[in-house]
């Protein structure tokens, strides 16, 4: 090479050089394989779009693992959805399970039997094809001894697991002990590549496998059925997933789905760190707290997005009094007596409820972004709720005419029963939950109002767990839980042997004729496919839940979703992400960054 | 030396004994266990709880827990198991692997940066003794030693929001993987820019004093007169005699700073959401996830050890007046 070459080429490098440095950021260029659509391939309903571009969403959690027989907590089974598909998907838009992996399938006479036709041509993303032996071998996997998993309980009827057949190539016949009502909903659990996982099946080590770190090291091994596939993964910082390109699913116009490039999950340290990146422009969409809409609504025409308002969330919110009347390993019991016989007595619970004020609540302490809650299934989950149920307007002087009709009398405006006891309880929740502490602080007001005493304890996750679960000595509880779209999912609530039967868990035998009535309903509504008959059980039981006021229903805040206006295809359900179909949505115009 | 070497090392084992001991013991007088946000989800079944209880071990007693867990680090057959992180499914060494790397580069910037700026400042604040200079600086070390870290790092990731020089915390940009290798290694400086300032400042402020005292006690010396009477140029009395006296300790505190660095890196990874191992422990001991913060424990002190040993070889290699045998 001649000097003067060299100079040529030492000034291209510069150059080269200072373009890149230049550039404010890298074009990020997609390099998708090309495979011939599946021949049994599912064509999307929704109008089509164009492909390109990168969907980003910041996350405060991390996955944990990408193995769903280890997935414990919400971050790691979205991750894994995105993954694996299962024979079954729920469409929460229409409400209904609809065909994934499975094209479709028929169920026998007697409800118990069900056979799925498995899509022809489907194969996982590494080319391998898809075939009932993966099906098969992922119930061997569920149900083996060595790997306890949270789904064992989810595919048995009273611990007789399902009966798992191959019967061809492309067809798996699955049946169960009874008649199980979720089990078309439960089915869709990811499906496992055999190919990949066999192995380590065999020599006992199936529960270490795909964890963060074959994520990170080699997420080639994690092949995929769902619409991505992980590019990278880097813990604590962000996760890359690119699209699958064996994906059984294509538009009207025979392009393979999905239409993004990339989709981008950056982790950040908490929830509010997540809202701040989407109202300064850095994600595409993110759920949104009521206490923080105001001002992200403000930023929305900067940054092109919209803040939507989906209405109560799926969260309920309750109090409820101890009403265990056994006692500890000293013998002292868990809720001194006099207070029992106040706590398992309706008409108190019931004055209790009508002397909160959940409306102040809802403007108190979440600006008026939600509603009253009456029953034990939020509004949200249109498909269960039962609008019908007892209701506890707020009403200070009912309250206390129902008080003085149980014995309870008034002095200086003070409450005391019957026997001249003082009504005073104390009420503990977790101090971690900002918003379930705000609700107890108004709730201590509200009762003053009654001439009930309440103190407030604020104890730590761990502490207040063990009072409610384990240890049982306290009076009063505030709590909430989030989710279950099936009955089925509230079975350790609603029946009186269940763990978080709060008020009294673990029964032997249902204490009250209530409960064993609940208790007898909640066996009905498991037995039957009718959804009709399961809802007039299931409806049954919300009325007596709201009659007897174990548990005090609070409010339910409602949900808020920010989403770049660019974004097509958005199609929100009642609940759950708006970004559902994931591989339906497609950007309108790119950004020009 | 080999000695020296040896013995230090040998006394690492009975402190790693005690530290993971009370680290066990203080985690078990926290209410609860790991399974504790298992235990409040509505659809698992009391079996499987109890299943994982077994399978984690938390149904024996902590000090059982805690013998089990040394009986499988004791490299019997050679083969040490510090356990597998209950959150991840993942052995502890793989996982603070994972994070090391991020740990130890905010460490060795901010180590380098803290001594870069300080060593000067200490030694023209000797040199000037008494003047406007030396009081500026003495207050503004004053203030620096006092304001806690992840203060300054909440300061610094407010500055980064307001002006957008910065990166908003983190180690990489969200394009990185897309980048050409040049790039990537401007885009990790970026980003390494405000933690290290913030890790560096207060080691900046405590090794600038150690180096004005030291400085000044040694211009006070007999062999600096001796060296001026002798006519030897003021800038080859102070930098090649006075500054070489004066360094010594420094060194020594070198290995204590290593410690102080990575401490105080813990507490600004958390608040700048930095990748690293203080990130990782942080989150493990709110989880109560505790093979992660044994094993984080076992690491952090090995190093400091390591630290202060490498610290003491450098003083025989800086000072030969220095023997160890």
Redesign the interface.
Known sequence: MSKKQAAIVLRKTCLV?MI??CAC??E??SEREDHPLPEGADVSERPPGVRGDIL?GTSAGTP??F?PL?S??ASSSEAIARILDGLTRFDPVKEEVVPALAESWDISDDSKSFTFHLRRGVRWSDGEPFTADDVVFTFKAIYDERY???M???FAVGGEPFEVEKIDEHTVRITTPEVYAPFLLYIGTPILPRHKLHEAYEDGTL??QW???TA?GSPEEIVATGPFRI??F?????M?YEPNPHYWRADKEARRLPYVDFF?E?F??DQN?SMVAFASGQSDHQGITPDQVGWIRRNAERHDYGVHDRGPSTSTNFIWFNQNPGKNENGTPFVEPHKLEWFTNKKFRQAVSYGIDRQGLIDGVIFGRGEPLWSSVSPANTQWYNPNVKTYPFDPDKARSLLKEEGFQYRDGRLYDADGNRVTFTLITNEDNRLRANMATVFMENMKDLGIEVRLRLL????F??RI?DSLSYEAGLLG?TG?RDP??????YSSGG??HVWHP?QPEPATEWEARIDELMQKQLLTLDEEERREYFNEVQYIMSEQMALIYLITPNTYEGMRNRWKNIDPPNMGSMIWNIDEIWAEQRLLR | MRTVITRRLLALIPMLLGITFMATMLMHLAPGDFLDQVRMQRDVDPDYIERLEQEFGLHNPWYVQYFLWLSNVIPWDLRSDFGYSFHYKVDVWELLGQRLPATIILSLTSLTFAWIIAIPLGVLAAIYKDSVFDRISSILAYAALSIPEFFLALLALFFAARTGLFPLGGFTSTEFEFMSPFRKFFDIVHHLVLPTIVVGIGSIASIMRIMRANFIDNIRSEYVTTARAKGVPEGIVMFRHVFRNAINPLITAAGFAFSTILSGALMVEIVMNYPGIGHLVFHALLQQDQFVVLGALVMGSTMLILGNLLADIMLAWNDPRIRYD
């Open positions: 050089a890149t440095l950021s890298a990020i260029e980003t944990a693992t193995n280890v414990e907590d306890p998993n949270r064992q309980m989810e529960m270490r964890t963060i770190s990170s590019r990278s880097r813990p604590a910082q962000r890359i981008i950056r950040v340290q760190a730590d996750f761990s502490n767990v063990n679960t839980f279950g089925h999912g509230g079975m350790s609530i763990r978080l673990n």
